[in-house]
T-cell receptor, first 110, second 115 residues
Framework: KNEVEQSPQNLTAQEGEFITINCSYS?????LHWLQQHPGGGIVSLFM???GKKKHGRLIATINIQEKHSSLHITASHPRDSAVYIC????????????FGQGTRLTINP | DVKVTQSSRYLVKRTGEKVFLECVQD?????MFWYRQDPGLGLRLIYF???????EKGDIPEGYSVSREKKERFSLILESASTNQTSMYLC??????????????FGPGTRLTVL
């Protein structure tokens, strides 16, 4: 079993829909990261959080440390949001390294 | 602006060739990482380095070696390329550990095909 599990693996939605991507982890962490990867490869960091909630534009990330669960929400989704979204955690031992989920491929149709 | 560059976006090599993938960062970061990314498997750590001339094995180091002679440059070497090393290779860097966690900055990736 992977230490970081994401769901769903693939998600297709219509423009304007509210999107939720989930991430569960089984290890002790010091932080959780949400990353975005567009076709072509480059990965950018969207959020890094260790508690509560963060918001950036139409993106919201939440984390529940007790339940070892995080969600990434996209409001008013747009075709340009189509990408792979990756959850990763900084584990308490060896915090310089990240442990990655398998990613969620999101497709937003116009 | 933070910048991590990789020497090639696309590379095609033949089985048995020695392959060098170069990564350069301009942020004076101590930590550098090499990952490979495969469908269904996500990103997997090959090697990382936390200082010049220092290196540690990641989760899948077999068939790879690394070199870090200068702080800004981290090279991944495939001593004898094989078809199962066809993959997307991503380099990343991060500053020293702060507050027990840190953000990694990724390069654009190199898609390597071994024929």
């Amino acid at each position: 079993k992977n230490e970081v599990e994401q769901s769903p693996q693939n998600l297709t939605a219509q423009e304007g829909e509210f999107i939720t991507i989930n991430c569960s982890y089984s290890v002790g962490i010091s932080a959780l990261h949400w990353l975005q990867q567009h076709p072509g490869g480059g990965i950018v960091s969207l959020f890094m959080l260790s508690s509560g909630k963060k918001k950036h534009g139409r993106l919201i990330a939440t984390i529940n440390i007790q339940e070892k669960h995080s969600s990434l929400h996209i409001t008013a989704s747009h075709p340009r949001d189509s990408a792979v979204y990756i959850c990763a955690v900084s584990i308490i031992q060896g915090a310089q390294k990240l442990v990655f989920g398998q990613g969620t491929r999101l497709t937003i149709n116009p | 602006d933070v910048k991590v560059t990789q020497s090639s976006r696309y590379l095609v090599k033949r089985t048995g060739e020695k392959v060098f993938l170069e990564c350069v960062q301009d942020m004076d970061h101590e930590n550098m990482f090499w990952y490979r990314q495969d469908p269904g498997l996500g990103l997997r750590l090959i090697y990382f380095s936390y200082d010049v001339k220092m290196k540690e094995k990641g989760d899948i180091p077999e068939g790879y070696s690394v070199s870090r002679e200068k702080k800004e440059r981290f090279s991944l070497i495939l001593e004898s390329a094989s078809t199962n090393q066809t993959s997307m290779y991503l380099c990343a860097s991060s500053p020293p550990l702060g507050l027990n966690y840190n953000e990694q900055f990724f390069g654009p990736g190199t898609r390597l095909t071994v024929l």
